[in-house]
């Protein structure tokens, strides 16, 4: 599956799948520390799944526009929005195509939830970093959030951590599998994500299998693409509370770059 009917097919169980208050908690500090160092008042959010961060963004005070390659998810974020009280300008638009969407001026851009993956080639990956810098306003910043590919690639971790949830219904399971290029191949960063969907109604179960491909995009490969994209302060660290990056324990390649 490509990107847009991965998450299409995703989308009614994708909230099921993160523990958002929790996550949120998690993250708040981190946001607000860096948005208040980059005067940050404007936002757009790149990839916004279901519109979480959007929405948190929003009624945080700031000025919140936000796009993803999914409608199902974008109609998701859309209900979420009224349902909070909060205005945010969602749009269906993929990655390229931000700037011909909400022009430019932005303070911030944030594409976190291990989104830039999906960009399977160096030349998408150019196209979409380009195309952020030209929606921020110059001194404003990207946020990117990935997983730790330099870690996932070293250490082959083929499995994530199952995510268990009640949904008034049942009980949904979900593994999450990411399969690997023989090594040696040449081609080790290409990989295979699987989502497993088990859920139980009473006595019956029903098994949900969806696959897409990733690009594992190391840190350096990363850093250097956000460079070339006229990026010229970049800052990495391992996760949201600013840790040095492959430190341990850690698992995210979180990257502040100012253009």
């Known amino acids: 599956m490509d990107?847009?009917?991965?998450?299409?097919g995703l989308g009614p169980d994708y909230d099921l799948m993160v523990s958002w208050p929790q996550r949120l908690a998690r993250e708040e500090a981190f946001f607000q520390r860096t948005f208040s160092e980059a005067g940050v008042r404007r936002v757009l959010d790149a990839a916004?799944?279901?519109?979480?961060?959007?929405?948190?963004?929003?009624?945080?005070?700031?000025?919140?526009?936000?796009?993803?390659?999914?409608?199902?998810?974008?109609?998701?974020?859309?209900?979420?929005?009224?349902?909070?009280?909060?205005?945010?300008?969602?749009?269906?638009?993929?990655?390229g195509g931000l700037t011909e969407r909400f022009g430019a001026g932005f303070d911030a851009v944030t594409c976190i939830g291990n989104s830039l993956p999906h960009l399977l080639d160096d030349e998408s990956l150019s196209t979409?970093?380009?195309?952020?810098?030209?929606?921020?306003?110059?001194?404003?910043?990207?946020?990117?959030?990935?997983?730790?590919y330099d870690r996932?690639?070293?250490?082959?971790?083929?499995?994530?951590?199952?995510?268990?949830?009640?949904?008034?219904?049942?009980?949904?399971?979900?593994?999450?599998?990411?399969e690997f290029a023989p090594s040696g191949s040449g081609d080790e960063e290409r990989i295979r994500f699987t989502?497993?969907?088990?859920?139980?109604?009473?006595?019956?179960?029903?098994l949900?299998?969806?696959?897409?491909?990733?690009?594992?995009?190391?840190?350096?490969?990363?850093?250097?693409?956000?460079?070339?994209?006229?990026?010229?302060?970049?800052?990495?660290y391992g996760g949201y509370g600013r840790e040095p990056f492959d430190a341990p324990g850690t698992g995210d390649l979180v990257i502040v770059a100012a253009r």
Request: hydrophobic fraction near 40%.
């Open 3 to 8: 990107a847009q009917e991965f998450y299409d």
């Open 48 to 95: 916004c799944a279901t519109g979480v961060h959007a929405v948190s963004f929003a009624r945080s005070g700031l000025a919140c526009a936000a796009a993803d390659v999914s409608s199902v998810m974008v109609e998701t974020a859309r209900r979420k929005a009224r349902s909070a009280g909060v205005e945010v300008d969602f749009q269906v638009a993929g990655f």
């Open 128 to 148: 979409a970093l380009s195309d952020f810098a030209h929606t921020l306003r110059p001194g404003g910043i990207l946020i990117v959030q990935n997983r730790n």
């Open 152 to 178: 996932v690639l070293r250490e082959r971790q083929r499995l994530m951590p199952p995510v268990s949830r009640g949904d008034g219904e049942g009980e949904a399971i979900f593994l999450r599998i990411t």
């Open 195 to 206: 989502i497993l969907t088990l859920r139980r109604r009473g006595e019956s179960w029903s």
């Open 208 to 236: 949900t299998e969806r696959t897409t491909p990733l690009r594992a995009l190391r840190r350096e490969t990363l850093e250097s693409a956000l460079r070339r994209a006229g990026f010229a302060t970049v800052r990495v």
